[in-house]
């Protein structure tokens, strides 16, 4: 990148400098006036160009840069050698960034007085703000990228005074040009959807057509040739957009909503502890300290400790900084593996920068979606990411990863997979969190440059932080509930000595609490016995004593081995005792089993991992008399019946064959709502349920099932797949279904043979 110097004696030099050396400069933006006035490369290279009008705006742009702190500064009229076309091209390719990295940017408008037509010697009155509205500078194109890229625009008139920045006029800008204040306020581009920001261009004009869509590449983060420039940039988009779309597995910013939600909200001080943490701060300051593991026991507050630390990042890191992450839940087939990680981080990173995304372009152009879903899936991902890491454009980042611990495939990996590349760029800084288990630590070891923050070696900072959880909590309760001054009291007592600083456990008790009658918390606070998993003892207990108990018990147990988590509708389409209950009393038998499930707008979810584990390690014999497998059998047999009443032909009207699924909108009433569950995971449970197992009498009965339902209804399940958007997950089931038919009595029936 050339730059400019305003030398003392007043001559003006050109100084070249290597990209990864590039000092703070200012930058000018202005409209040309006829070539023949603006000075050239060529005219300073030969130390030419004092007479033309250009010369002036350059030596102004030199002076306020120097008034500013700065030596160096960047004009384009002469700091590109446009007679060399490759150095034009690849000018154009990096003007927004260019403008992006300036320390300041100074837009001229020669046709905005501060002082013509009006007798105000001040600029209070604003009685310039019609010329500024009707500004040339403001009509054409390549002046948009200049308004949106750079973090300060300073705007200055004729007289070269200073009119404001556009912070400070955005209400004026806005009114101009239709641009968003968020826009002028720097949030991110990928915020604004691609029809808005063709909207920004409006009928600015340039010299060339081609420059008009040239010009707006670095919006999109996109690079074009000049040539066909907007079919070229359209193209692109939808190549970029469709590439984004198929990365995308998950949003981790609605799980994070989610999570937040579920857990009644992030309170900020429960978590505001760890910005003062000596470890925290030193991985946050330290250049040399790249990854930062959390780490702790189930229930200690790490989900929404890191929630909170994005939350902070968010709010205190520049603009330009990139922020990644990824929330993994063991209960949710969709978040729990290695692969889902790696996608939901590189999906984050890529809406933000978007020209991170040829290096997943590499791949995706010849493999489409099935690059993230085959069996290679993981070797392409790790490819990408090395890339990525190594792409000298990749702006700060930080990426984090809570609850490894919850990755159920690959976790070994994913380890592997953060030990290494947390040391592969001085640019990217990590931090996971998980339980205290000796096989995660033994990966970990192997990371470079990394920092611990135990929290049970922070028990105090904890304790203080779960006090406050308590008081927040009981006030709630004391609001919500009307408790008189002696049962606040003894809440308060009784959650502060029992809860072991568990945030999960007194989250628990105030769910319980919340529904249980004013005249019964007295009493009832002597069943809430200190620890988790005597908590969840007591909880099993009470729910074995109602008169619901067997229907909760199938309910637990069916959402226990389900693969994620399931909406009321599913869960009724897979569990035969629901089949006659009535959508208020399923909401009250789920509401039942509060310390184990909660219920956000009609999605089942497990209130935590350690829930789950409870059931399995320490209450299987109840909750799962006949075996696990015994109720992924049935879940089975009950989705293969949902899917043969339920799957036919045109399930959408869409009337058409060869309908493309991205044209697909969802009907009102959608005849797929209780089947998408069944027709994704049918095949996963008949092979969990251990088929060569089964009695010789279920087993003909399942083989005669599988077999009619393949020959009669094998196309509906397909566009059933289809609809779902799940075809890539239906042959991966196939693949499954061939490997279990040549072991098991199902060969002797199966079509597929």
Request: charged share 25%; glycine share 4%; proline share 3%.
């Amino acid at each position: 990148m050339r730059l400019l110097k305003y030398e003392e004696n007043g001559d003006i030099t050109v100084i070249s400098f290597n990209d990864n050396a590039i000092p703070p400069y200012a930058i000018l933006s202005h409209t040309w006036g006829a070539d023949k006035e603006e000075v050239t490369f060529a005219d300073l290279k030969k130390g030419d160009g004092k007479n033309k009008l250009g010369y002036r705006k350059i030596c102004f742009c030199g002076r306020q840069a120097q008034q500013d702190s700065m030596q160096y500064f960047w004009v384009d009229t002469c700091c590109i050698d446009k007679s060399d076309k490759a150095e034009l091209s690849l000018a154009i390719q990096s003007m927004f960034s260019w403008y992006q990295n300036a320390t300041k940017c100074y837009a001229y408008l020669p046709d905005v007085s501060v002082r013509e037509g009006t007798s105000s010697s001040t600029l209070s009155e604003y009685t310039w703000e019609a010329a500024f509205k009707s500004s040339r500078w403001f009509k054409r194109g390549w002046t948009l990228q200049e308004l949106i890229a750079p973090r300060i625009v300073e705007f200055f008139s004729k007289e070269w005074e200073k009119l404001g920045d556009k912070v400070s006029l955005k209400s004026l800008i806005r009114e101009t040009t239709g641009i968003p204040h968020k826009a002028l306020d720097r949030a991110p581009l990928s915020q604004f959807s691609v029809a808005e920001k063709l909207r920004w261009k409006g009928d600015r004009e340039t010299k060339r057509e081609e420059d008009a869509w040239c010009s707006m590449s670095g919006i999109f983060d996109i690079e074009i040739g000049a040539a066909s420039a907007f079919g070229r940039l359209m193209d692109e988009i939808r190549t970029q957009q469709r590439c984004i779309q198929d990365v995308r597995h998950t949003d981790p910013r609605d799980d994070k909503r989610r999570i937040e939600d579920t857990k009644g909200g992030l309170l900020v001080d429960s978590y505001r502890w760890v910005l003062d943490n000596i470890t925290f701060q030193q991985w946050q300051q330290d250049p040399h300290s790249r990854l930062l593991w959390v780490k702790g026991d189930p229930g200690k507050g790490k989900t929404m400790l890191l929630c909170g630390i994005i939350d902070e990042l968010h709010r205190s890191m520049p603009s330009t900084t990139l922020l990644s992450y990824f929330f993994c839940q063991a209960t949710d087939s969709r978040i729990n593996s290695a692969t889902a990680v790696l996608r939901g981080l590189l999906y984050m990173l890529i809406v933000q920068q978007p020209s991170l995304v040829s290096h997943v372009r590499k791949k995706h152009d010849h493999a489409g979606k099935t690059l993230f879903e085959d069996a290679n899936a993981w070797v392409a991902l790790t490819e990408i990411w090395a890339d990525v890491l190594q792409d000298p454009s990749l702006r700060t980042t930080y990426m984090i990863i809570d609850a490894l611990d919850e990755c159920v495939t690959d976790l070994l990996r994913l380890l592997e997979f953060v030990a290494k590349q947390s040391s592969a760029s001085s640019r990217v800084k990590w931090i996971v969190s998980s339980r205290n288990w000796p096989e995660i630590e033994a990966q970990l070891k192997r990371a470079g440059q990394k920092v611990k923050l135990s929290l049970e070696l922070n028990a105090q900072s904890v304790a203080a932080a779960v006090a406050v959880f308590i008081q927040r909590k009981v006030d709630k309760l004391a609001q919500e509930k009307q408790y008189k001054a002696d049962v606040r009291h003894a809440v308060l007592q009784h959650l502060t000595s029992n809860a072991n600083d568990t945030f999960l456990w007194v989250a628990l008790v105030y769910q319980d609490l919340r529904v249980t009658a004013n005249r019964h918390v007295l009493k009832k606070l002597a069943f809430f016995p200190p620890g988790l998993d005597a908590l969840y003892k007591r909880m099993m207990l009470q729910m074995s004593e109602s008169d619901d108990a067997e229907i909760c018990r199938c309910v637990l147990a069916s959402t226990a081995i389900l693969y994620r988590p399931v909406t009321i509708s599913e869960l009724v389409a897979l569990v035969e005792q629901l089949e006659d209950v009535g959508d208020d009393d399923l909401r009250e038998i789920i509401s039942l089993c509060g310390s184990f499930l909660t219920l956000r707008e009609d999605t089942i979810y497990f209130v935590h991992q350690s829930a789950k584990d409870f059931l399995f390690a320490n209450a299987s014999s109840k909750v799962f008399p006949d075996g696990a497998e015994d109720v992924h059998r049935l879940v089975f047999s009950k989705s293969l019946a949902t899917l043969s009443r339920t799957l036919h032909r045109d399930m959408y009207s869409l009337k058409a064959l060869g309908f493309s699924i991205k044209d697909v909108e969802l009907p009102n009433s959608d005849p797929l709502a209780a089947s998408r569950y069944p027709c994704i995971y049918w095949i996963d449970h008949l092979c969990d349920s251990k088929p060569k197992s089964w009695a010789k009498d279920v087993s003909d009965v399942q083989v005669v099932a599988v077999s009619v339902f393949l020959q009669k209804r094998y196309l509906y399940w397909l566009e059933g797949l289809s609809l779902c958007n799940s075809v890539g997950r239906g042959i991966v089931s196939m693949t499954k279904l061939w490997s279990l038919v040549q072991v098991t009595r199902l060969g002797s029936a199966c079509p597929c043979n």
